[in-house]
């Protein structure tokens, strides 16, 4: 299983240091992608190491709860030390006490000149944040185009506040420092999987983060950010849709054309409503959260 896992990462098998962490992680957040494919698709699955496996390893991706749960499976397979830990993702920096909804990795033992203390975040899922593993010290880290911040937690529990740079589609994830179990998630996964009410139940998105930015799909509308800012396509056929699927997310299934209509529908209501907030459009305060991000773990609300 692990040599399969590393063919599909495309990345040879190595002895634990912070650089082939760095290596790993890289990989897995620009080849498997973070998606709610499976959700859309009426297959939720469960939180277990075994099915997060099977949808790395099918090409299927997913979002937190698999994504992070298969990567930690590998990296302790590869020797690394490896815990979970519960993560709270909010869209707004004033927002302290959502429902749990995000699992983080931490990586242990493994010092360099960066991180002497030898912690990292290696977390792969969280779709438009990390394309390097962070080193567990508090202040600034810039990884291409975009700027992070860690700092301790505002949650009455001890752990640490990762800040996501400004267009980020959330605002920051508190990650509580006590590890936790992999079945500790399956009650949010339940709610966030099958929830009429949960952003990801409504329409497929799909994350995809490089080293010169990211890509994002959410609906029929493709959304590229890198240096040179901000870049927006609306993929008006089903044809263009499917292409932008399989080429930049690696998603193929014959099954996806079951969300075109839902992903149109989307996007002409978000046209709607963008329209309806220009004319309304009032002078951003100092506190305003940018519209581009959404309302929950990254919520697969088009972007405004």
Sequence with gaps: MIDAYLSRLGVPRRTPSAAYLRE??????????????????????????????RRVMGGVGGYCFHLNAAFSELLRALGFTVTLHRGYVVAALDEVDPALNHLALLVHDLPDAANPGGRWLADAGLGD???????????????????????ASPRPEAGWRLR???????????????????GDFAAAHEHLSTSAESPFTRFLTAQRRTAAGVDI??????????????????????ERWREALADLFGLTGDDLDELWPGAVAAH????????????????????HVPAARAAAHPAPEPVS
């Design 164 to 182: 996501h740079d400004p267009v980020g589609s959330f605002a920051a994830c508190d990650i509580v420092a006590a590890p936790t179990v992999l």
């Design 268 to 287: 002409e209501e978000w046209v709607a409503r963008r329209a309806a907030q220009e004319a309304s459009a009032a002078p951003a305060s100092a506190g």
């Design 217 to 238: 799909l959410r609906g029929c509308l493709l959304l590229t950010i890198d240096a040179a800012g901000r870049r927006e396509e609306h993929l008006s056929t089903r």
């Design 129 to 151: 944040a990390l394309f390097d593993p962070l080193p567990l010290v508090d202040g600034e880290h810039v990884q291409g185009p975009f700027a992070y911040a860690l700092a």
């Design 24 to 53: 790993l992680h890289r990989a897995q957040v620009t080849r498997v992608p973070y998606t709610n494919q499976e959700i859309m698709l009426g297959r939720p699955g469960a939180v277990t190491a075994d099915e997060a496996l």
